[in-house]
């Protein structure tokens, strides 16, 4: 057995960074779907049997007037998208007390913790884009140059969800009833950003308030790549300031914290 | 120095083993706590409930707070081997932690150059759902090992900790002799210059902890710098030469550690040999 201190190389604090975030990324992925038989099929399958729900309500039972057709495409481009942010949201509440004992016993970036969740729910939000693909095509549905604002979407809504998980998951580990308020806002939430409907189906004024829902902008990008008129530009740049000015207040409220979680947790 | 919230605490350190590499010499610290304090709250029960947030700041219930180390200082140099002596609940634990930069101090400031090996809750970082081999992989890599430096040390570990036929169990199924075997293999082939040690070698059977004190023992002859707390004054005599002695938070004692065990002993009058 060698005695000698090996010398190893000191990596810079960007690659510990991306390589602890990878590490619990995976981690997360690994554990969702060794433990369950139909693995990635679950995280299809919940947002395809929303969508079917609300295809069926509003198609075959009332008359659709919101919304465009094929409808079915439309929902799904606001469903997936929700998924993601629902899942990120809903799981930032418990980001430093399930892994507690991780977190009280390595000294890894503290907002890996955060962005891990972030990035996990992130990649199965990509992992169902075929779905959306697949019903575009059988519906008919075309894709528009309105597509080149995916990558936009994408990253509006994730500095969107890693600002309120900073603020969220220091905040649970002192006033644990913020677990339950949180999943309550979540379900008044997906009612109240334009997912079944569009932005443009809300009354005249609404639409102003509805789109300091940072949600409302984001979404409106994500339509574009079916439904160009549905890209509201008001709705994007209010969506984007709302989202920089969240994840702002989001790294104020998660250094000032820190301390204390670390100690609580 | 003040501490960077969201990152590292510690100064990424020396290119190697935890030789000073500049030109102070031997005599540099590479651990150098501060007027180091932390303070915690009384009762761990009394989280704030919503009332709290939405009452004014007057009405707010303030829980009591208590110092659990205040005012220490204390400097290390490398290849130095330290234990810290004291009751229960009079802030060893506290003080390793700060050392291994996974609590931070309230006032004051901690300083380590280098990386550290913390024996801390060892077994926590583990999940019950994935394999032996793929906890090595995630615990290793989540105190900072590359992946090439995991895969040059995999047989040694998986050999040390004799679970060659369990690579692919999953954690859960192990016994807990098994867990702790894997985390201190794991811990203690990090290769890092500083090493903290927990009580932790208090589990495990004879056999297992005379090879983790063989293993503590070359990583001292290797030059590293170890932090040890422990209850047990033999194994407090066998590693180390200096030693700190905490009393209510405070550093009562900094000496040779002949001199710490026989003032704490001659406080509690009990001999834990």
Sequence with gaps: MTTAPVPRLRRSTAQVYRQSLWLLTSRDLRVRYSTSLLGYLWSVLDPLV????????FTQIVDRSIGEGPYIVFLLAGLLPWMWFNGAVGDATRAFIKDAKLVRSTRIPRTVWVNRIVLSKGIEFLAAFPVIVIFAVIFGAELTWGVLWLPVAILLQAILIVGLGLIIAPLVVFFRDLERAVKLLLRFLFYGSPIIYGLGDLPAGLDLWASFNPLAGIISLYRASFFLDQLDARAVVIAAAMSLAILGIGVLVFRRMVRAVLKEV | MSMDDTGFPHDSGLPNGGVPATGAGAGAAVIQVTGAGIRFRRNRRGRRSFKDLLAGSQRRSRPDEFWALRDVTVSVRAGEAIGVVG?????????????????????????????????????????????????????????????????????????????????????????????VRLAFSVISRLEEPILLVDEVLAVGDKGFRDKCYQRIDELLAGGRTLF????????????????????GGLLKLDAPIADVLAAYNRDYGASNA
Excluded at chain 2, 104 to 115: P, Y
Excluded at chain 2, 156 to 164: G, H, K, P
Aim: glycine share 10%.
């Design chain 2, 228 to 247: 040890f707390v422990s209850h047990n004054e033999r194994d407090l005599k066998r590693f180390c030469t200096r030693g700190l002695y905490l009393d």
């Design chain 1, 50 to 57: 929303m969508a079917i729900i609300y295809w069926f309500v």
């Design chain 2, 87 to 179: 009751r229960n609940g009079q802030g060893k634990s506290t003080l390793l932690k700060l050392v291994a930069g996974v609590m931070l101090a309230d006032e004051g400031s901690v300083v380590v150059h280098g990386g550290v090996a913390p024996l801390i809750e060892i077994t926590g970082g583990f999940v019950d759902d994935l394999t032996v081999r793929e906890n090595l992989y995630l615990t290793a890599g989540l105190h900072g090992m590359s992946k090439a430096d995991i895969d040059a040390r995999y047989d040694e570990i998986i050999d040390f900790a004799e679970l060659r036929d369990f690579i692919g169990t999953p954690y859960k199924h192990l016994s807990s002799g098994m867990k």
